[in-house]
């Protein structure tokens, strides 16, 4: 071992530059505050304008980085292509990529229809976000990589849920906006698909120093009524939901050096939901 190894020092972002779709969105702000916190520059990416101006000033005032926001629309070929030429306008790199954006639907009825009855309008709009936007943003930021020469690190948001299915009974007697919720087979499926984009992208880009890993995070505090938080807190191990902040430990891992002999892997944040 060398004296002059610094296994702190591998979890240091400083220098880098680090873009992160879904940003304005619950899990995106923790993450995003962590990879600054790191060292990282950050591109935030979103649909959603509202307040990510100033989320961009607050980080950078409070971590001493550079952070810009961008509007994208993770969906759509040209938005993606015209954010990351924007971000390597404004940097001049990217080192890592949080896949992170996730969309649900404007019609809830609709997203939280039952399965027998789902249209496939609605399948393909959730479809549209959360496996073609992973497409189109890996395809993109790994074409920067590989003009970079230099490797890099992608960090695809997965779920519990593309790794086994919803257990359907702590969904009984718990309501979001006068509606029975579940969790609908489009976002299980659409989950699962990023595993297999992760693993598929990892070797195929192993060659070139380039990783690509995956989190799936467990059900995680968001304002969800008291009985839904009861049902699921009594199937974890642990004992209760996940906090925001607790995913953050995993991308800053997979982000930096500290992982450079992982890809194509999935960490699992669940609290041991799959454990038993």
């Known amino acids: 071992m060398s004296d002059s190894l610094s296994y702190k020092a591998l979890f240091d972002l400083d220098g880098k530059v680090a873009v992160v779709t879904g940003a304005n969105g619950i899990l ?19 649909l959603c304008s509202g307040g990510i101006n100033e989320f961009a000033a607050e980080l950078s005032e409070r971590y001493g980085v550079q952070v810009q926001a961008f509007t994208c629309d993770v969906s759509g070929p040209a938005s993606v292509k015209q954010a990351v030429a ?27 229809a039952p399965f027998e009855d789902y249209s ?35 960090i ?26 579940n969790s609908p087979g489009v976002y299980a499926a659409s989950k699962a698909g990023i595993l297999g984009l992760t693993r598929y992208l990892a070797t195929y880009w192993a060659d070139k120093g380039i990783r690509v890993n995956s989190i799936a995070p467990g059900g995680t505090e968001s304002g969800q009524s008291e009985e839904f938080v009861r049902r699921y ?44």
């Open 120 to 154: 496939l309008d609605q399948w393909r709009q959730v479809m549209a976000v959360n496996l073609d936007g992973m497409f189109l943003m890996a395809q993109a930021v790994g074409k920067q990589m590989l003009r970079q020469g230099r490797g890099g690190s992608i």
């Open 233 to 276: 807190s009594a199937r974890i191990p642990l004992g209760r939901m996940a906090r925001p902040p607790e995913m953050v430990g995993a991308l800053l891992y997979l982000a930096s050096d500290a992982s450079s002999y992982m890809t194509g892997q999935t960490i699992i944040v669940d609290g041991g939901l799959d454990a038993w």
């Open 156 to 181: 695809q948001t997965s779920s519990i849920y593309g790794l086994m299915g919803p257990d359907q009974r702590i969904y009984e007697g718990s309501e979001y906006l006068g509606r029975q919720i």
């Open 28 to 46: 995106g702000r923790h993450f995003s505050a962590g990879l600054a916190e790191a060292g990282a520059d950050l591109a935030l990416l979103d």
């Open 86 to 112: 924007e971000v390597v306008t404004t940097f001049g790199s990217i080192d890592i990529l949080h896949n992170n954006a996730a969309g649900k639907s404007d019609d809830l009825d609709a997203f939280l």
